[in-house]
């Protein structure tokens, strides 16, 4: 059975690659907000008609975006990318999206400690692709909206964080609690995981159950949310993308 990452594995070692989709995912739920997916690009369809991508079930509304930066440094430093959602579109679908994204700003604080989830796949396995496969993709990458650099009519632009990197931040106005906050990946009954709605980055082979004990089986796999659990997963002296605040003295608040 392919594990999570060989089947993306293959193709980009593979000397004929698919076309590589950007998909993104807003996780404003920790601020009082909802979740919001969309993709800065249609895809074309079996008619050859573009379309909005859908993943692991999941439709991707296409909306005008623009970003940088998401590029690791090589002498490790963590990515702090800036994206744009230009508003002021002629279609009347991305008018609805824009301003419902700017209600989103407007009603949550700028988004200030929303998640955002970048996911890249490719576009033989979107749901209608020749091999659809929902856990084929190149990771989750998890960053936090850190602030809002610019809006205008036409243009907000945001600031992120990864969600490895959370020393020395200002925690918007949201509750800090001494657990993980990040959804753990959900097994599913093939031995494979489901990773659509994940927002933990972790994808590695070694399983614990909620009282951090090993276990050997994928449907036993559970996170109990603690510091403890995360260096069982990624190494007790790794740089630990917990999304709780054990030491929540040390950090600002804002």
């Not at 975006?65 to 963590?78: I, K, M, V």
């Not at 989103?104 to 700028?110: K, N, Q, R, T």
Request: net charge negative.
């Amino acid at each position: 059975m392919d594990t999570f990452e060989d089947p993306m594995r293959r193709e980009l070692e593979g000397f004929a690659v698919d076309d590589v989709v950007e998909l993104f995912t807003v996780d404003a739920r920790v601020i009082g907000g909802d979740v919001y997916r969309f993709a800065p690009t249609p895809v074309p369809g079996a008619d050859g008609a573009q379309v909005q991508p859908a993943f692991g079930g999941e439709t991707y509304a296409v909306i005008p975006f623009e970003s940088e930066g998401w590029e690791w440094s090589a002498g490790g430093t963590l990515p702090q990318p800036t994206v744009r959602f230009l508003m002021a579109r002629e279609d009347g679908d991305q008018v609805s999206v824009a301003a419902y994204l700017m209600s989103m700003v407007e009603a949550h604080d700028d988004l200030l400690g929303a998640q955002v989830h970048r996911v890249q796949t490719l576009r033989k396995f979107l749901d209608d692709g020749s091999e659809p496969n929902p856990q084929a993709h190149m990771g989750v990458e998890v960053y936090t909206v850190a602030r809002k650099v610019n809006q205008t009519p036409d243009m907000i632009e945001f600031q992120l964080q990864s969600a490895l990197d959370l020393e020395d931040v200002y925690l918007p106005r949201r509750q800090v609690l001494n657990y993980c906050q990040w959804t753990y990946r959900r097994a599913l009954a093939d031995g494979g995981f489901d990773y659509s709605n994940a927002t933990c980055p972790y994808v590695g082979a070694s399983y614990f159950d909620a009282n951090g004990d090993p276990v050997s089986e994928p449907g036993q796999d559970r996170c109990g949310r603690q510091l403890s659990d995360c260096k069982l997963r990624f190494g007790a002296t790794a740089k630990l993308p917990y999304g709780g605040f054990p030491g929540a003295g040390k950090f600002r608040t804002g």
